[in-house]
């Protein structure tokens, strides 16, 4: 069992940056997957980014480039890194823990931070 929180959400303006951070539970916390999706009012969940044990990642096309997911075992925490941020980067963000780096397949999530990025 996984339990995920996460922190670092809020209000930024276009342009500017936040740093959303998930803290895990758990032993076993090295051997997951970890990862970040978010679901904007109306939309579906949808991947931003992953990170296997090892700290290889992937992002999704929308933030690649901009977004940036580092882990670190010895805290057993995962952060994101956002920059340049848009408007349309606004919506709950979801830290999330499986056992498939890609696709990520989630076993756990988190309760979701929430991001408001205005124009």
């Known amino acids: 069992q996984v339990q995920l929180v996460e922190s670092g959400g809020g209000l930024v303006q276009a342009g500017g940056s936040l740093r959303l951070s998930c803290a895990a539970s758990?032993?076993?916390?090295?051997?997951?997957?970890m990862g970040w999706f978010r679901q904007a009012p109306g939309k579906e969940r949808e991947f931003v980014a992953a990170?296997?044990?090892?700290?290889?990642?992937y992002y999704a096309d929308s933030v690649k480039g901009r977004f940036t997911m580092a882990r670190d075992n010895a805290k057993n925490t995962v952060d994101l890194q956002m920059n340049s941020l848009k408007p349309e980067d606004t919506a709950n963000y979801f830290c999330?823990?499986?056992?498939?780096?890609?696709?990520?397949?989630?076993?756990?999530w988190g309760q979701g931070t929430q991001v408001t990025v205005s124009s």
């Open positions: 758990g032993r076993t916390f090295s051997s997951y997957v």
């Open positions: 990170i296997n044990w090892s700290g290889a990642t």
């Open positions: 999330a823990a499986g056992t498939q780096y890609r696709p990520l397949r989630v076993d756990y």
